[in-house]
């Protein structure tokens, strides 16, 4: 193509709907009195050369079945009625011829022509109905997860739950065009039937624009779905913690709760992995509808004492789970959604023993379950949220006393 | 589906009854407007996909192609179901026959 071709091509945003046969064909005819005469149809977009405005008759024709499978045949006999091939797309073909050729209409028989999209109405309800039961599935399995998902509130944070109501969205999105596409057929096949012929000048502008416009936010839509899980992939973050427990991790430290000067870091071979000790470790994840979220593990050893029990030489250990929300609303949920999950009856050492509220100016919610060496702490401040779970045999106001600075410092 | 008796569309009808003599996809748009009288002008589109129907019901046949013409011609098939059609319009007509006495 030399450059002065290139100049001359222009694009266009084409028509959603495919299947208003009548709508594309009024289009094309109304750009080609503008100069712009159709060279190709795109997904989005059809090409189009400029030139001497005309007026052209454009017709949207079914390409022929497996008997012509190029369609040549097609092509050549309707070329000698006067009718010109431009392009093809999907099951379409437009053929076009300037109106002063006085080409003869291509159907004359509206009955014959409902044979003709017989094939394709049939192919449309089997890919509606296929794409249905499919969405139903997903819709089904969805509904499972979230009924199925022990900790709803932290699945919808991570934005597990917005990309799910995301990609339900769009399925219904693509199983409704499904639907209108066969409709839209089917009505087109009967009303060739009752006699009524295709209007080949049918309004296309506001339809066109419209259905642009709930095009391009269902796209949208489907790139945030894939964005969500992106993220989570690539701003997941995990390394040994470090020894300094001043370090700016906003998550409960073994030794500040510990305050023994005989505490060291309790690493085993086994836990090291890609040179993070996990033992020892801290995980930060992006998470959705969260400014931060950190989870730690630390483990420790004081060699020169042993647990109560006499089991062996004492090894505190510590884990801590911390959100920072974007929404306070979530909080307060969140934390009761952890105590239930990690506080389940049957991990709870004792019979009886349950979280207990206790009130502290300086946390909107706390709960503390405490039993023999067992400490698990629920916190809540404004937007952030931790729970943390300790084995040892630390004073619980320590631990209290940890959350409190660690909640300031955040 | 495959055409299994009953009316037929009327360009099924008139190309059948164009193509009582054997004749090529171009000249049939003549040929049926010839036998119409000038009542039927029939489409290309419409001629080209009433040809590929008959043809797979096996109502006409290809007697000649030779690539660029293609010849057609009734089939035996095609004769019984033009006839059967025929009939049935003749009895059309004769049952609706009082309403040439009726004043508009």
């Given at each position: 193509m030399c450059k002065n071709e290139k100049r001359n091509v222009v694009y266009r945003l084409r028509p959603d709907e495919y299947y208003r046969i009548g709508e594309h064909e009024s289009w094309f005819m109304d750009l080609a009195e503008r100069g712009l005469h159709l060279e190709k149809m795109g997904v989005r977009f059809a090409r189009f050369q400029r030139g001497e405005p005309k007026k052209m008759q454009y017709r949207v024709d079914l390409f022929p079945g497996i008997e012509d499978p190029l369609g040549q045949q097609q092509k050549d006999f309707y070329k000698q009625y006067g009718w010109e091939y431009v392009t093809k797309y999907g099951k379409f073909c437009v053929y076009r011829s300037p109106n002063d050729a006085n080409a003869p209409e291509l159907h004359t028989d509206m009955e014959e022509q409902a044979y003709t999209i017989k094939e394709l109405e049939k192919t449309l309800r089997n890919t509606t109905l296929f794409v249905l039961l499919m969405v139903a599935l997903i819709v089904v399995m969805t509904f499972l997860n979230w009924f199925v998902s022990k900790t709803p509130i932290l699945h919808l944070i991570e934005g597990g739950s917005i990309q799910q109501a995301f990609l339900i969205l769009v399925e219904v999105y693509i199983a409704i065009t499904s639907i209108l596409s066969w409709f839209a057929i089917r009505r087109l096949r009967n009303d060739l039937k009752a006699g009524y012929p295709i209007n080949h000048h049918a309004p296309w502008k506001k339809r066109k624009y419209f259905t642009f416009g709930i095009a391009v936010t269902f796209t949208v839509l489907a790139f945030m779905t894939c964005l969500i899980p992106i993220m989570q992939m690539t701003q997941t973050k995990e390394a040994t913690l470090p020894l300094d427990i001043e370090s700016k991790i906003p998550v409960v430290r073994l030794a500040e709760i510990e305050q023994d000067e005989r505490l060291e870091r309790l690493t085993e071979e086994n836990f090291v992995k890609s040179a993070v000790d996990f033992n020892n470790n801290y995980e930060s994840k992006w998470m959705l509808l969260a400014k931060s979220s950190f989870e730690s593990r630390e483990c420790g050893i004081i060699n020169t004492e042993i647990w109560k029990d006499g089991s062996g030489v004492y090894s505190p250990s510590i884990t801590c789970d911390m959100i920072n929300l974007h929404f306070k609303i979530l909080a307060v949920p969140l934390a009761k959604e952890w105590i239930s999950y990690y506080g389940r009856p049957e991990e709870l050492a004792y019979e009886g023993e349950r979280f207990v509220n206790q009130e502290d100016e300086r946390f909107d919610f706390l709960s503390v379950h405490e039993s023999d060496a067992s400490l698990q702490i629920c916190a809540v401040k404004e937007k952030k949220v931790m729970f943390v779970r300790y084995y040892g045999y630390a004073d619980t106001q320590n631990v209290i006393n940890a959350i409190a600075k660690s909640f300031k410092n955040t | 589906m495959p055409y299994a008796g009953g009316p037929m569309t009327e360009a099924m009808y008139y190309v059948l009854v164009a193509l009582l003599n054997p004749n090529h996809g171009y000249q049939l748009m003549s040929a049926v407007t010839e036998v119409s009288k000038g009542r039927v002008h029939m489409g290309p589109g419409t001629l080209y996909g009433v040809l590929g129907r008959m043809q797979k019901d096996e109502?006409?046949?290809?007697?000649?192609?030779d690539g660029r013409r293609k010849t057609y011609t009734i089939t035996e098939a095609g004769k019984v179901a033009l006839k059967r059609e025929y009939e049935r319009l003749k009895a059309l007509i004769e049952d609706g026959v009082e309403i040439e006495n009726v004043q508009e």
């Open positions: - | 109502l006409i046949s290809l007697s000649d192609d």
